[in-house]
C-alpha cells in the first residue's frame, strides 16, 4: 500500500517536472520579437493594396474619368476650362493682328490657343502687333502649367482604367477578384503604364498621319513627318493643318499627342528608376552581413543589435530612409516620452496631448 502510494507520488512529480519545464530562453525571445514585428501596423507596401478602394476600384470595373476626379481636379478643369475660353476671346478680338493662314474666327482662335500652349508653334499664324505678342508670352506660361496639372491627372485617371481591363486579359483564367491580381497590378503598375501609354501614342499617330493624308492631302512622308514634330513639340512650320476641318481636329488631337508622350518619357524613366530601386533591394538582401554591419546597426551602442535596429540599418541601406527621417521620428517619440521611459504607453499619450 505504501509502495503503491510512494510510485504514485513519484509519478506526480514526474509528470510536474514535465509540465513546469521552461522553454529556451532564447526562442521565447526571438518569437516573441518576431510576433512583435509581424503586428507592425504600418507596412506602406502592403497595406494600400489591401485598401477597400483598391479592391472596389479592380472588381468593379473601369469608370470615367469625371467619377474619379475630385473637386480638386474639377476645380483645375474649371480653370483650364475659364482659360481657354479667356484666350480664345482675347486672340479673337486681335485677330486682324496675327498674320498667316486663316481660315475661320474661332476655330482659328482656339488653334491658335492650343498650339501657343503645347508649345507646339507651327509658325503659320503670327502675332504681329506688340498686344498679340504679350499675350502669346502670358498665356504660354499660363496654359503649361494647366496642362500639366489638368490633363495629366485626366490621362492618369484613363491610364487607370484600362490598367484593369489590361490585368485581367491577361488573367483571364483567374478569378477576377483574387487578390494575387491586386498585388500584381500594383507591383507592375508602372510597366502597365507604359504599355498603355505606347499603345496610345501608336493610335494618335497612325490617326493623326491617316487624318494628313486624307483631309489635309498630304504626301504619307509629310503626314508622318508633321505628326512626329508636332507629337515632340518641335513644330517647323513647313507642314501643319491649314483647313477648318483639320484645325479643328488638331484642337483636340495635339492636346492629346503631347500630352500622352510627356507621360510615355516619365513613365520610361520611372520605370528605370524603379528597376535600379529594385537592383539595389536585392543587392542588400542577398550581400554577406559583417562586423561592420553590425556595428553601424547598433543605434544605442549597447553591443548587441535588435530585429528594430536591424531592419532600419537595411532600409537606410536601401535608400528607404535617411538619418534625418530617423531623427525626425526620434525627436517625435522623445516628445511623446513624458515619463521618460523609454517605451511609450496610453498614458504618455494622453500626457503629451494635454501638455501641447
Same mark, same amino acid.
Given at each position: 500500500? $505504501?509502495?503503491?502510494?510512494?510510485?504514485?507520488?513519484?509519478?506526480?512529480?514526474?509528470?510536474?517536472?514535465?509540465? #513546469?519545464?521552461?522553454?529556451? #530562453?532564447?526562442?521565447?525571445?526571438?518569437?516573441?520579437?518576431?510576433?512583435?514585428?509581424?503586428?507592425?501596423?504600418?507596412?506602406?507596401?502592403?497595406?494600400?493594396?489591401?485598401?477597400?478602394?483598391?479592391?472596389?476600384?479592380?472588381?468593379?470595373?473601369?469608370?470615367?474619368?469625371?467619377?474619379?476626379?475630385?473637386?480638386?481636379?474639377?476645380?483645375?478643369?474649371?480653370?483650364?476650362?475659364?482659360?481657354?475660353?479667356?484666350?480664345?476671346?482675347?486672340?479673337? $478680338?486681335?485677330?486682324?493682328?496675327?498674320?498667316?493662314?486663316?481660315?475661320?474666327?474661332?476655330?482659328?482662335?482656339?488653334?491658335?490657343?492650343?498650339?501657343?500652349?503645347?508649345?507646339?508653334?507651327?509658325?503659320?499664324?503670327?502675332?504681329?502687333?506688340?498686344?498679340?505678342?504679350?499675350?502669346?508670352?502670358?498665356?504660354?506660361?499660363?496654359?503649361?502649367?494647366?496642362?500639366?496639372?489638368?490633363?495629366?491627372?485626366?490621362? %492618369?485617371?484613363?491610364?487607370?482604367?484600362?490598367?484593369?481591363? $489590361?490585368?485581367?486579359?491577361?488573367?483571364?483564367?483567374?478569378?477576377?477578384?483574387?487578390?494575387?491580381?491586386?498585388?500584381?497590378?500594383?507591383?507592375?503598375?508602372?510597366?502597365?503604364?507604359?504599355?498603355?501609354?505606347?499603345?496610345?501614342?501608336?493610335?494618335?499617330?497612325?490617326?493623326?498621319?491617316?487624318?494628313?493624308?486624307?483631309?489635309?492631302?498630304?504626301?504619307?512622308?509629310?503626314?508622318?513627318?508633321?505628326?512626329?514634330?508636332?507629337?515632340?513639340?518641335?513644330?517647323?512650320?513647313?507642314?501643319?493643318?491649314?483647313?477648318?476641318?483639320?484645325?479643328?481636329?488638331?484642337?483636340?488631337?495635339?492636346?492629346?499627342?503631347?500630352?500622352?508622350?510627356?507621360?510615355?518619357?516619365?513613365?520610361?524613366?520611372?520605370?528605370?528608376?524603379?528597376?535600379? #530601386?529594385?537592383?539595389?533591394?536585392?543587392?542588400?538582401?542577398?550581400?554577406?552581413?559583417?562586423?561592420?554591419?553590425?556595428?553601424?546597426?547598433?543605434?544605442?551602442? %549597447?553591443?548587441?543589435?535588435?530585429?528594430?535596429?536591424?531592419?532600419?540599418?537595411?532600409?537606410?541601406?536601401?535608400?528607404?530612409?535617411?538619418?534625418?527621417?530617423?531623427?525626425?521620428?526620434?525627436?517625435?517619440?522623445?516628445?511623446?516620452?513624458? %515619463?521618460?521611459?523609454?517605451?511609450?504607453?496610453?498614458? %504618455?499619450?494622453?500626457?503629451?496631448?494635454?501638455?501641447?
Amino acid at each position: 500500500m $505504501l509502495g503503491s502510494g510512494m510510485a504514485s507520488d513519484g509519478e506526480k512529480e514526474t509528470l510536474l517536472t514535465e509540465q #513546469q519545464e521552461p522553454e529556451p #530562453q532564447s526562442k521565447c525571445m526571438v518569437s516573441t520579437k518576431s510576433k512583435k514585428l509581424r503586428r507592425c501596423r504600418s507596412a506602406p507596401m502592403v497595406q494600400p493594396i489591401l485598401q477597400e478602394s483598391h479592391i472596389n476600384r479592380f472588381l468593379d470595373g473601369p469608370k470615367s474619368i469625371f467619377d474619379q476626379l475630385n473637386p480638386h481636379y474639377k476645380r483645375v478643369a474649371t480653370n483650364l476650362f475659364i482659360y481657354l475660353g479667356i484666350s480664345t476671346v482675347c486672340f479673337y $478680338l486681335i485677330r486682324n493682328q496675327i498674320s498667316g493662314e486663316k481660315t475661320y474666327g474661332i476655330v482659328d482662335s482656339i488653334y491658335f490657343c492650343i498650339v501657343t500652349m503645347t508649345t507646339v508653334g507651327y509658325g503659320d499664324l503670327l502675332p504681329n502687333s506688340t498686344a498679340t505678342k504679350l499675350l502669346a508670352c502670358a498665356f504660354v506660361f499660363s496654359g503649361m502649367a494647366l496642362v500639366g496639372l489638368c490633363l495629366s491627372r485626366a490621362a %492618369d485617371c484613363l491610364v487607370e482604367n484600362q490598367e484593369v481591363l $489590361l490585368v485581367k486579359a491577361i488573367h483571364l483564367h483567374r478569378e477576377p477578384n483574387s487578390m494575387e491580381l491586386l498585388k500584381e497590378m500594383e507591383t507592375n503598375r508602372v510597366r502597365y503604364r507604359c504599355i498603355i501609354f505606347s499603345i496610345l501614342l501608336v493610335i494618335l499617330i497612325a490617326s493623326g498621319t491617316i487624318f494628313l493624308t486624307t483631309v489635309e492631302k498630304m504626301e504619307i512622308v509629310d503626314a508622318f513627318y508633321c505628326v512626329c514634330s508636332t507629337i515632340t513639340t518641335l513644330g517647323y512650320g513647313d507642314k501643319s493643318f491649314s483647313t477648318p476641318a483639320g484645325r479643328v481636329f488638331a484642337i483636340f488631337w495635339i492636346l492629346m499627342s503631347t500630352i500622352c508622350l510627356a507621360q510615355l518619357l516619365f513613365a520610361f524613366a520611372e520605370l528605370y528608376t524603379e528597376s535600379r #530601386q529594385r537592383s539595389l533591394v536585392r543587392w542588400v538582401l542577398t550581400r554577406r552581413t559583417t562586423a561592420a554591419d553590425l556595428e553601424a546597426a547598433d543605434l544605442d551602442d %549597447d553591443g548587441v543589435v535588435g530585429a528594430a535596429e536591424f531592419v532600419i540599418y537595411k532600409l537606410k541601406e536601401m535608400g528607404k530612409i535617411n538619418q534625418e527621417d530617423i531623427a525626425l521620428i526620434m525627436t517625435e517619440f522623445k516628445n511623446l516620452d513624458v %515619463d521618460e521611459s523609454g517605451t511609450l504607453s496610453t498614458s %504618455d499619450i494622453y500626457l503629451a496631448q494635454s501638455t501641447r
